[in-house]
């Protein structure tokens, strides 16, 4: 801790190194360099040893803005601070407001299926009893997303598709997948029939890219281990879409540390069918993202250090390969059980400097 003279030379203002700055807030130096990005800090130089070191009343500012109390400024519900990565016990659609304008890189996240899963907490996402509201709520949850997105940012979403319910009002659960247990099922939706594909991906991407978002690149995730499907008069469905989405025409995106095998020791520009087996976690009753889908996504839309949002945080995935891969990360989780999992699953990750 040093001190500043006043203009006059009678007053003294302490400032603080990046150390001392994060220990005082209660943060990682690196939460403390990404609130330099998003400009919630104004650091300046020691003229001498040329230090980064941040004012006293600045710091102050992040522990009582508005005479409110720091928690404001770290976020109500925080249940893990530490490495770069901060986790959030909260609903999405309120805890995107406290965020400020262009503060991640990027976004990455597989929101709630519509009428699919039951996730076990009242007002949930995907529990809309009509199709429209579903899309309707995403929209805004969105919207908050491309709001608080660089103006350079990629938004990578990840949605399964469904079939209507034909009438049935439950599902019972699967011996190999108790998460496909509902104690409730949506109505087919207007303009719909018993028995449909839905298309909710395409219906969502469309409602995004009329909302503002630029939609780039629409990817087909393969799962060679695809859970199997009793089903007799359709094909076993075996693919789901992940939609590249940005907020300007012109954004920040690197195809060098994705590119893939061409033969022969040449690599070519990533494709768009990704062929990545699905994976499971210890005490997740459902099937989380893969780890390899979301390095493509974090490795070719942002730099070492940026700040990642995966405001559907579930079991981590997306907050472990940041840390993983040298990111930041915020997480958004509604449900504090699956908000747990996703810390221990965070703690249990360490860095690696190497890529794919």
């Known amino acids: 801790m040093v001190d500043r003279d006043g203009e006059d030379g009678d007053e003294r203002e302490r400032s603080f190194t990046v150390g001392e700055a994060a220990a005082e807030l209660g943060v990682t130096p690196g939460t403390l360099r990404n609130w330099d990005r998003a400009g ?80 076990d907490h009242p007002n949930q996402i995907g529990a809309e009893p009509l199709l429209d509201d579903y899309i309707r709520d995403l929209v805004a949850v969105f919207r908050e997303v491309r709001r608080t997105l660089r103006d350079d940012g990629v938004f990578w979403l990840n949605l399964g598709d469904a079939y209507t319910s034909g009438g049935r009002t439950w599902r019972a659960p699967d011996k190999k997948n108790k998460g496909r247990a509902m104690s409730y099922r949506p109505d087919t939706p207007q303009g719909l029939k018993p028995k449909d594909l839905i298309g909710l991906p395409w219906r969502v991407a469309f409602a995004l890219q009329a909302d503002g978002w630029y939609l780039r690149s629409d990817v087909v995730w393969n799962k060679p281990n695809c859970q199997p499907e009793s089903v007799k008069d359709r094909l076993t469905r075996s693919h789901e879409y992940v939609f590249m989405f940005t907020k300007s025409e012109r954004y920040y995106f690197d195809q060098e540390p994705i590119r893939e095998p061409a033969g022969n020791g040449a690599t070519k520009n990533r494709r768009t069918i990704w062929n990545i087996n699905t994976e499971g976690f210890r005490g997740a009753h459902f099937a989380v993202f893969p780890s390899r889908l979301v390095e493509l996504c974090i490795l070719s839309a942002t730099r070492s250090g940026d700040l990642v949002l995966d405001p559907f945080l579930g079991s981590g995935t997306v907050a472990a390969v940041s840390k993983k891969r040298g990111r930041a990360c915020v997480g958004i989780e509604m449900n504090p059980d699956y908000a747990q999992l996703a810390v221990e699953r965070i703690e249990a990750e360490t860095f690696q400097a190497s890529l794919l």
């Open 40 to 119: 919630k800090l104004k650091p300046f130089r020691h003229p001498i040893n040329g230090y980064r070191l941040y004012r006293e009343t600045d710091l102050r500012s992040l522990r009582h803005p508005n005479d409110t109390q720091r928690n404001e400024v770290l976020g109500r519900g925080v249940v893990f601070n530490d490495d770069g990565v901060q986790v959030y016990t909260a609903d999405a659609r309120q805890k995107l407001t406290e965020f400020a304008d262009g503060t991640f890189q990027c976004c990455v996240t597989s929101p709630p299926y519509w009428g699919l899963r039951d996730y």
